[in-house]
């Protein structure tokens, strides 16, 4: 309550007592705009830690041993970021649903365990030094890359991509039968996702002053997921509000229990089951059903006798 106190009553104050913490909302907001793209082309995909890292690990590397500018570091992570995610979207988005966040998941594992933590060069498990890290300056570049990613989504969801995007999560089959090529629509999706997730990751590596690989893993990963679970998948502005929440609560909850979410996972079989398009987002009239005749009337949809 405090916080929101000092946010009405003295402005200036808040904003230098919390110049750290509004950072990483915005990086939380970003981070949650990628996985936004995913569930709203009806894909499951839990690859974004795997591409934060990416990002991060290029953008502080490059600046340690070329001494590239900000703004180069940040275009290689990002770009490197999409070409990892076309060559892993390639093979796993023939893969639905649960395989395929299982596929993605094995890819964080990839990263984390067999290269972050293998690799000399990027300081194995004791974390990389990013000796140029800016966290005060940094504010500014991720309050308007989120500005710019927000306007960004919003033009796509309104346009032609975002309207294939709906069909085909909507009814992969039905898109298909109507010219839609599902493959093309999809593999543009989990790209545009892992750019904005290499993004995020390589804005956060300049707000810290050491690069932990803990952060990448399967934990960073519940946390995203819970973005979608509490804003679900039909508009963006959820997703932002979700990280905004949820960010606040762990820093009230201390360093020590970072990415252990209690108050939000006990909610979690709630929030699903009155709010099914948490996950993936199904039409209300998808499955309706005559309960006088026990007839279906949508192919799939078994009715249930509890």
């Known amino acids: 309550m405090d ?110 365990l067999g290269v972050i933590l293998n690799v000399p060069i990027t300081g194995e498990g004791l974390g990389l030094k990013n000796i140029d890290a800016d966290p005060i300056g940094g504010i500014y570049i991720v309050l308007i890359s989120l ?34 090529d599902v493959a093309r629509y999809k593999l543009i999706a989990f790209v545009i996702s892992a750019l904005l997730a290499g993004y995020a990751g390589a804005a956060e590596s300049h707000l810290s002053f050491i690069l932990d690989p803990n952060e990448y893993g399967v934990p960073r990963t519940v946390q995203v997921l819970t973005f979608a679970v509490l804003g679900g998948s039909h508009h963006f502005s ?21 990415h252990h979410l209690p108050p939000a996972g006990h909610r979690r079989p709630r929030r699903l089951r009155f709010r099914q398009a948490a996950l993936v987002a199904t039409p209300p009239s998808a499955c309706s059903f005559d309960w006088l005749t026990s007839s279906v009337t949508s192919a799939g949809c078994v009715p249930s006798m509890g």
Request: proline share 3%; no cysteine.
């Open 147 to 180: 500005a710019v990613v927000v306007f960004l989504l919003w033009r796509l969801t309104k346009g032609r991509l975002g309207y294939a995007w709906t069909a085909i999560r909507q009814d992969e089959l039905a898109a298909h039968s109507q010219g839609i």
């Open 3 to 112: 916080f929101l106190i000092q946010l009405f009553t003295d402005p200036v104050a808040f904003w230098s007592s919390h110049t750290l913490l509004i950072s990483q909302i915005g990086i939380n907001s970003i981070l949650a705009s990628s996985m936004f793209v995913v569930l709203y082309s009806g894909q499951l995909s839990l690859a974004a830690p795997g591409f934060m890292a990416i990002g991060a690990y290029t953008s502080v590397l490059m600046d340690l041993y070329w001494h590239t500018p900000l703004a180069i570091d940040f275009a290689a992570g990002t770009a490197l970021a999409g070409v990892v995610g076309i060559l892993i979207g390639l093979p796993v988005l023939r893969l639905r649903g649960v395989f395929l966040a299982i596929a993605t998941i094995g890819f964080i594992e990839v990263m984390s």
């Open 238 to 258: 959820f997703h932002l509000s979700a990280s905004r929440r949820l960010h606040r609560r762990r820093q009230r909850r201390g360093p020590d229990r970072d």
